[in-house]
């Protein structure tokens, strides 16, 4: 495949180029865009969904653009970061709006859609944005047809191109064209993929030359070629450009031409092409890109490749928005081994799960988290004590500094808060660096299982920010009758689904010492009983267990039924410190066990003390910052570490 494909010491495989905007998409399905009433945000624009489309994939890829100097341009830079895609060739413009583009899907295959692009900052790129080094520090660059449209972003791409060449790096050119974003369209017809144009011809064919290799629909072909027939179109192409040439063909898949081109259009390389519900068509063409290049850049054969890149098209064409719905590599790799029962692969349960688990927005190895999501207890407190009960909400904040005096901006510190008494502990959490943050959804003591302030639990979910966690507590045994575990096995399952279907992940607290035996095998049979449920929650959280092969066959049934779970977290139940140290250092031989969420050993001497008016907010900060602190540094010392 040429000396680029043999450079394996390049710190990146593919740089891409050009467009980068935020997507709003409208949630009702089947509704004309005058009437969407909610959008979901994701990112957008060709070269942008590639950049990600290749990094889930496996690739080592950067995004070459620009965005602007406020919150969008913020969403993009950062959601790229965690996606794994180096931003070291995003430029903030200080001048420009990042893009916008609207969009919905009003019927099978038809997505109308607005761009907010006048004058935005990823069509301002200009030559004094490529840098040579750069450029030259990756196997390939993917130039997009958008881009070449106007001087300034025309010139750009072409220094790049030279660049790459000069490396002995390779060109690839996806047509992507829009023909409103060349003038060629009202702004109604944003969904328009094809208006025949001299002057748009004329400009492309330029580029054929220099290119390894060409992507595009038949429409592109045609635009890139400047003739009026698929066939023609391929032969001027060839006549220019030695590249590789994919047509892309949409449910049909794909042909590549790695030769002369003959008279019959389907003598070339053919994938393997995949039967699937078209669901909204947008952004398959970068998913099918992103399958192409993984399988082109990583030397696997062509009709691999096209493979793969039908399977990742087939993937977004059954899924609502772009570039987060790209699948992972272990997800593509699942699905070509396994494939589904679903036309619909939205509807493919053990596929989401795999797409869920592997492309979470954080990656957590290991977890300290001071629980204060407490109300019933703390309810007590304030009885006992004579204290407000609305003392409750400033306490709250309290334990949140305490927390972050220990975690002090360091990996793998959270905490636990409610939504009753911590409102305002929340808003201070915020204002600290933690890894995660944690919110129960039961009623505090229900048994069978309730759910606090409403029973349509998704309409609160909604409401939440992404990143936090939902937390539930079920007194759950598995020797429990048969009635009672049905009911909360129920609840638990709506829950989960809830938390699926609005994307937030789920820790489920199982705690059945208090109704029945505790043995070794009690919580493994537990949790077999909510996994047979098809239960996968991002976290368990569990009481202490009496011998390490209890938490041997815990882990082997985790790990049987959800190899992608985050792990285990042990909980307190108020027990004393010595207590809780000897039941750290019983799972150091339990990697499944990531860390641990305790609460009242931390904070209930505090909180007496605090609400009885014995204690100052400072000493109280101080009381728990010391025990939590105390039982990090045994945690740690559990797992053979030390504090940073």
Known sequence: MGEAMDAKHAPLDVITIGRASVDLYGQQIGSRLEDITSFAKSVGGCPANISVGTARLGLRSALLTRVGDEQMGRFIREQLTREGVSVDGLKTDPDRLTALVLLS???EGVSPMIFYRSDCADMALAEEDIDEAFIASARAIVVTGTHFSRPNSDAAQRKAIRAIKANGGKVVFDIDYRPNLWGLAGHAEGFERYVKSDRVSARLKTVLPDCDLIVGTEEEIMIASGTDDCLSALKTIRSLSKATI????????????DGPISDDLEDGIVGKGFPIEVYNVLGAGDAFMSGFLR???????LATAATWANACGAFAVS???CAPEYPTFEELQFFLKNGSRHLALRKDEAINHIHWATTRRRVIPSLMALACDHRIQLDDVAAKAGADPSRIHDFKVLTVKAAAKVAAGRAGYGMLLDEKYGREAMFEFARHSFAWLGRPVELPGSRPLRFEFSQDIGSQLIEWPVDHCIKCLCFYHPDDPEPL???QQQKLKSLFEAARKVGRELLIEIIAGKHGELNDTTISRALEELYALDIKPDWWK?????????WAKIEAVILKNDPWCRGVVLLGLEAPQDELEAAFAATAKAPIVKGFAVGRTIFINAAEQWLAGKMSDDEAVADM?????RLTEAWLAARGRKAA
Do not use: H, N
Not at 246 to 257: F, S
Not at 542 to 550: D, F, R, V
Not at 625 to 629: D, H, K, N, W
């Open 105 to 107: 899907v009003e019927d």
């Open 246 to 257: 994919v047509l892309k063909r949409g449910a049909m898949g794909c042909i590549v031409y």
């Open 295 to 301: 399988g082109w850049l990583g030397e696997e054969s």
């Open 319 to 321: 899924r609502l928005l």
């Open 485 to 487: 575990k049905t009911e």
């Open 542 to 550: 569990l009481e202490p267990q009496a011998s390490a092969g209890a």
């Open 625 to 629: 910052a010391s025990r939590f602190e």
